[in-house]
């Protein structure tokens, strides 16, 4: 339990970071942050739904309370974040997931720091006769209205421009674009996009490298 009310700490510290990176972490503007902030509370009710469904106990009355609250909170990210992230998709550390919602997450799992915007789906690709699940590193960065589908790994720093569709694993700290996705740079360093909310929905001509 102590661990939850920890994460939880450190999840809401990184959402108020990024909406107010001027703000200092006070009190009120963390308190401010957690009443405002739609996708920390999809994100919190995932940790919840990911104990009930990995940490099985029935010795444990922490078990049955999360399992007890797990159909309400589900609803909650179905209904009012309208998304859906299945039970055992592992978020490492703190991540952002979108205040808009639209997220469809069939992930294993998701790396710390990694900001996942809105309208972006992660699946199968079972037509390419790769059925399995997308693994997200840490540090990664994903636009809106992306598409990450099949047994691939988005390697640590890397960046998924909107509008991409990804169907292979890409090396750490790759930029992809497009549909079907390219790698338009390699070693690009991504902590300014992971620094606020803003979209970018392409790098600057100069630092684009190969079109």
């Keep these: 339990m102590l661990q939850f009310f920890t ?7 990184f959402y108020q970071r990024l909406k107010h990176p001027q703000q200092a972490p006070t009190l009120a503007a ?3 942050a957690a009443l405002r902030s739609p996708g920390l509370w999809m994100l919190t009710f995932h940790r919840i739904i990911h104990f ?3 940490r099985r106990n029935l010795r444990s009355l922490i078990w049955w309370l999360a399992r007890l609250i797990e159909i309400p ?6 209904v009012f974040c309208k998304s859906e992230l299945l039970g055992d998709c592992h978020i490492k550390g703190s991540a952002y ?35 399995g699940r997308p693994q997200v590193g840490n540090n990664v960065w994903i636009g809106p209205n992306c598409i990450i589908a099949g047994g691939l790994e988005i390697g640590d720093g890397s ?20 549909n079907p996705g390219r790698i338009i740079r390699e070693e690009f360093d991504n902590a300014g996009l992971r620094a606020s909310l803003a979209i970018v ?8 490298g190969k079109s």
């Design 7 to 13: 994460q939880f700490a450190a999840d809401t510290r």
């Design 30 to 32: 963390l308190t401010m």
């Design 52 to 54: 009930s469904s990995s």
């Design 73 to 78: 909170v589900h609803y909650f990210n179905t």
């Design 97 to 131: 997931l979108p205040d808009k919602g639209y997220l469809t997450c069939g992930a294993r799992s998701i790396g710390d720091g990694s900001m996942i915007h809105d309208h972006v789906t992660f699946g199968y690709a079972v037509g390419k006769g790769n059925s």
């Design 159 to 178: 960046t998924l421009l909107p509008g991409t569709y990804l169907t292979y694993s890409v090396p750490p700290r790759s930029v992809v674009r497009g």
């Design 201 to 208: 929905e392409a790098l600057p001509e100069a630092e684009a």
